[in-house]
């Protein structure tokens, strides 16, 4: 019985730093400047600038998701295959660059990607045609690639790593070939993983500001970008409110679709 | 033959990937030997950046803020996040999914929005904003992380043991230290050091609730990218990552006196 009491502490610490300033925003997003209820803030999405923001943050996260699966499903197969040690190599490798500033190491890109960069002299090197996306939303996307990698990885590993080998082995003994065996034992095993991953890529792509920032250029904006010079620029706390309010709306349905296709996934295992 | 091919297919996957994951550090390394203070023209080699690192008051105050509060935060998060890790796991069902609901939101919620939240609630009650309101900031975007290496490890204890402790004789307390804490402390411990990792890497959450007098490293160099970064900030790093590097090392590839 006392034990359970322990948990009090951090429901407080709840309380106070989540439940209220999620509280806040709601009260701003809906209070005009001059105080008194209003939806103007939350409708202010629809403004041409700040709808084009948000199309182009959910296509561009899109891709990046799905760039990230394609490249970290074989990758967690490869690493799984090679059964290194308890997974603490695999931590090792993708928690090792967060120890290099995030900022510094998405910065490097521009030195990589620069028109006089050093792919582009790579290029020339080999009488290849030169790369140009800096500025462009195909290097934000690259810088969202980069960053969040991880964290489709590290997901999918964990399950794939759970998977017995015997139960590989019997889809081969029962006369199925790779793609079967992907398809209909890998994949369904994994759903779990995938999904936590999708989410853990899909979310800060979604909305962060400071990959735009650096490799988009000052003329490329995002969603993230509106909120943020709505609170550090325009200081208008009640609009950024609201287009936060919608930003949410987005990302809590895109978990539940995620949580549905989840469970449906769980069903069709058989 | 088709076994071979495979192999070396693999092998250049995990090649090309590596590549891509480190190619921005060695770029970086580079560049933190380079004279000139572009960073798109090679000027030749020096290590005066090295020397240099520390004589800006900016980069070392910013340094000391960043891992004093990666260290607090850590600490703090993994206390109050162990605590109720043990508490939850004595709770009901429908008590627990709400507890862990909230307790989710800042790990799943977009860090602009809790960054900007936090903002707010500290404007609102008239908190100043500055050292500890990044502090209280990083610890809250902290706990869930440590909750969920922490509350495995607590399934897989057995209740038990604990029992048995207490009906030799010991207090809660001394079975908690002595029993139950040994056995979750893998958990606890890489919750803190993830924790550590997380707020060392942050600059979204720390950029709203940081104030004007503050720096953290990433927000020093967030302040520096219109006027061009000091190639010390690339020294720093590199020395960062290398002692980092080294130590991770050590702890993977020793020889463990204990297997755990």
Known sequence: ???????????????????????????????????????????????????????????????????????????????????????????????????????????????????NGVINA???????????????????VLGM????????????????????????????????????????????????????????VFVPSLTTFVISNLLGGSKILLIGNVIEQEFTKSGNWHMGSGLSMVLMVFIMASMLLLAKYDRGGEGTTF | MGQRILRWVENFYLFFILLFLYIPMATLMVLSFNTSKARNQWGGFTLGWYLKMFDSRAISQALYNTLMIAFLSALIATVLGTLAA????????????????????????????TGISLMLVFIAFGVSLGFHTVLISHITFNVPYVILSVAPKLKQTSQTTY????????????????????????????????????????????????????????????????????????????VIFVVVFVLLLASNFLPKKKEA
């Open chain 1, 145 to 200: 690639v980069y960053n969040f990698l991880p964290f489709m990885v590290l997901p999918i590993y964990n399950v794939l790593a759970k998977i017995d080998d015997d139960t590989i082995n019997a889809a081969a003994d029962l006369g199925a070939n790779f793609f079967q065996t992907l398809l209909r034992v890998w994949f369904p095993l994994s759903l779990p993983g995938v999904i936590s991953g999708i989410t853990m």
């Open chain 1, 122 to 140: 790579f290029l020339g090197f080999f009488g290849l045609p030169k790369l140009q996306i800096m500025n462009t939303p195909a290097a934000i």
């Open chain 2, 86 to 113: 043990i508490g939850i796991d004595k709770m009901r069902r429908l008590p627990k999914n709400v507890y862990m609901g909230v307790s989710d939101i800042p790990m799943l919620n977009a860090e602009i929005v």
């Open chain 1, 1 to 115: 019985m006392g034990k359970k009491l322990l948990a009090g502490p951090y429901l407080l610490w709840m309380v106070a730093f989540t439940v209220i300033p999620l509280a806040l925003i709601v009260y701003y997003g809906f209070t005009g400047v001059g105080g008194g209820f209003t939806l103007a803030n939350v409708a202010a999405i629809a403004r041409p600038e700040h709808s084009k923001a948000l199309v182009l943050s959910l296509a561009l996260s899109m891709v990046s998701t799905v760039c990230c699966l394609v490249l970290a499903y074989p990758l967690a197969m490869v690493l799984r295959g090679r059964g290194i040690g308890k997974g603490s190599f695999i931590v090792f490798i993708f928690i090792l660059p967060m120890w290099m500033n995030f900022l510094l190491r998405t910065m490097a890109w521009q030195t990589l990607l620069e028109k």
């Open chain 2, 163 to 238: 029992e048995a402790a207490m009906d030799l004789g010991a207090p809660p307390i001394r079975a908690f230290f002595q029993v139950v804490l040994p056995d979750i402390m893998p958990g606890v411990l890489s919750g803190f050091l993830l924790a550590f990792t997380l707020s060392l890497d942050d600059f979204i959450i720390t950029h709203f609730t940081k104030g004007a007098g503050v720096n953290t490293l990433s927000t020093l160099i967030y302040s520096e990218v219109r006027r061009g970064i000091s190639p010390s900030m690339y020294a720093l790093s590199t």
